[in-house]
C-alpha cells in the first residue's frame, strides 16, 4: 500500500509559478513511477508529468516547456515545478504512484488532489 499526499496547489495569477509536492508513506526508490495527472470539471483526468524510478521524466506536450517533475528520494517526494502557467492549466492536481511488486503485478495508487487555479 502506498499513501499519497499533496500539497502546494493555490491560486496563481497567469504566467506566475506553483510548486506541488506529493509525499509517498514509502519508499519511492520502491515505487516504478510517480506521476501527477489533472482533471478540470467535465473534462478526463490527463497525464501531466510523470518520473520514474531511475528519474526518466515523461511530460505532456503541452507543459513541457513549462513543468518540471523531479523527485527526491531521501524526503519520499516528488514535485511538480510549474512555471509560466496558463488559465487553462487550472484543474485538480493528482498525484499518482505505479508500483511493481510480486506476486500482485501492477497496482496504482492516487492523493486526494490538490487544486490549482490560475486567473488571467
Known amino acids: 500500500q502506498v499513501q499519497l499526499v499533496e500539497s502546494g496547489g493555490g491560486l496563481v495569477q497567469a504566467g506566475g509559478s506553483l510548486r506541488l509536492s506529493c509525499a509517498a508513506s514509502?519508499?519511492?526508490?520502491?515505487?516504478?513511477?510517480m506521476g501527477w495527472y489533472r482533471q478540470a470539471p467535465g473534462k478526463e483526468r490527463e497525464m501531466v508529468a510523470a518520473i520514474t524510478s531511475g528519474g526518466t521524466p515523461n511530460y505532456a506536450d503541452y507543459v513541457k516547456d513549462r513543468f518540471t517533475v523531479s523527485r527526491d528520494n531521501a524526503k519520499n517526494t516528488v514535485y511538480l515545478q510549474m512555471n509560466s502557467l496558463k488559465p487553462e492549466d487550472t484543474a485538480v492536481y493528482y498525484c499518482?504512484?505505479?508500483?511493481?511488486?510480486?506476486?500482485?503485478?501492477?497496482?496504482?495508487?492516487w492523493g486526494q488532489g490538490t487544486q490549482v487555479t490560475v486567473s488571467s
Open positions: 514509502r519508499s519511492i526508490f520502491s515505487i516504478n513511477s
Open positions: 499518482k504512484a505505479r508500483r511493481f511488486a510480486v506476486p500482485a503485478g501492477w497496482s496504482d495508487y
